[in-house]
């Protein structure tokens, strides 16, 4: 199965990557060869791919990342690289080929340190396979300092080195860098398709596969969660409650508190799964002595590992709190669209009843102004407003309407 398979409802993005990675072949079989280079090549060194959350940035980026390191003798006859059986092609897909590095965070930003650390790597040449590809999910978390080391490696890249960035959009990335990559927009994929990898994929039912689908609006990892999880389907539908248990300011702050203990919960049950092992692991490479005791000189690293992992605690419950506020404008969108007599794009055909009951008993005008409400607590936790102080004051604000 090809890697661009997995690209849902990407069909003109995936056409310029194999596009690109044809050429990329040709220009490695050329230097290899000692053979003239192609004159014109859609191949370059730094990518950007944006899009909303849910298209499949980094999945995209994988899959050029494959088809970069494509070792198929297909490719010799004409065939396309990026076949997604050869060793190339599986290593990078699943993040353990040597000259490909997969680059996510769990925290807040990324900074100078770890991007020097990439930029180190970036001016070494292949070690196995046929580029050095760095891939940056997160490029919109890079601090300000951190964007400056990169942007030298970006300007003045190895001969066989690319860059390739993930962003939701170009304005979440230093315009000195954006302006130094070839840009990739991807759209978000339609429901049909989504519930149709669904079922394909992931074996889920076609009712469940098209329901999950339908309520994520498209997001394919939402959605396949959502249809797995039932856990992530008791949380969604106690987030779908919180319109009608704000009638007065008591059930506002108390629903206000329960979405934030809400995502605490969630943090907090990341941490037991990955916390503790990480914590035992450090400690046998330390040579922690039996009984927990810790050699001299390694309190520092133990505090900079606390350290991280509550950053990655705080991360983890905005994100948990950012995805309950996403089905929350979700849900007014619903009742907007019911009020404006549309039925065609109901995300939440399962709280159907509720959506007609506030539709009738509210405005198009009070709606917009309940979703602007939302958007506002969300931009208020990207500035560091105390998560409770925001979602208090969005709950007033869609109580008041």
């Known amino acids: 199965m090809p890697v661009w398979d997995d690209l849902v409802g990407q069909e003109k993005v995936s056409a310029q990557l194999a596009a690109a990675a044809r050429d990329a072949d040709a220009l490695v079989t050329a230097t290899t060869d000692h053979t003239p280079p192609p004159e014109a090549s859609r191949m370059t060194h730094a990518w950007l791919f944006t899009g909303p959350p849910g298209s499949g940035r980094s999945t995209a980026a994988r899959a050029f990342a494959a088809a970069l390191q494509c070792v198929s003798p297909d490719r010799a006859l004409g065939g396309v690289p990026g076949c997604g059986f050869c060793d190339g ?3 990078s897909l699943v993040g353990t080929h040597a000259d490909v590095e997969i680059v996510r965070t769990d925290l ?18 292949p070690a196995t396979g046929r580029w050095q590809v760095i891939v940056l999910e997160d490029a919109d978390r890079l601090t300000e300092g ?17 860059w390739l960035l993930c962003a939701p959009s170009i304005e979440d990335v230093l315009p000195t860098i954006r302006s130094r990559c070839r840009l990739l927009t991807l759209r978000t994929p339609p429901v049909d398709a989504v519930a149709d990898i669904l079922v394909r994929r992931d074996g889920i039912e076609p009712d469940i596969a098209a329901a999950a689908a339908r309520a994520t609006q498209g997001h394919i990892g939402r959605a396949r969660r959502l249809a797995t999880d039932p856990n992530a389907r008791a949380r969604r539908a106690a987030v779908l409650k919180l319109p009608l248990r704000i009638d007065d300011i008591g059930g506002c702050l108390k629903a206000a508190q329960e979405l934030i203990d809400t995502a605490s919960e969630d943090a907090k049950q990341l941490a037991e ?7 035992d692991d450090m400690k046998a490479a330390l040579g922690a002595a039996q009984g927990g005791r810790m050699p001299r000189g390694t309190a520092g690293i133990m505090k900079e590992l606390e350290d991280r992992q509550k950053r990655r605690r705080t991360r983890t419950q905005r994100d948990s709190l950012d995805l309950a506020l996403i089905d929350l404008t979700g849900f007014y969108r619903d009742v907007l669209a019911l009020q404006l007599g549309s039925r065609l794009a109901i995300a939440n055909m399962d709280a159907e009843d509720v959506l007609e009951r506030l539709a009738r008993g509210s405005s198009p005008e009070t709606t917009l102004r309940r979703i602007e409400a939302i958007a506002a607590c969300r931009e208020a936790l990207d500035r560091n407003v105390a998560p409770l102080l925001a979602v208090e004051a969005m709950t007033m604000a869609l109580r008041a309407g």
């Open 273 to 279: 799964e990955v916390d503790v092992k990480e914590t």
């Open 146 to 162: 951190a964007g400056n080391v990169l942007l030298k490696a970006v300007e003045e890249p190895a001969p066989r080195t690319v």
């Open 108 to 125: 807040l930003s990324i900074g100078v340190k770890e991007t020097r650390d990439l930029v180190r790597r970036a001016q070494m040449s």
């Open 89 to 91: 092609c599986h290593t």
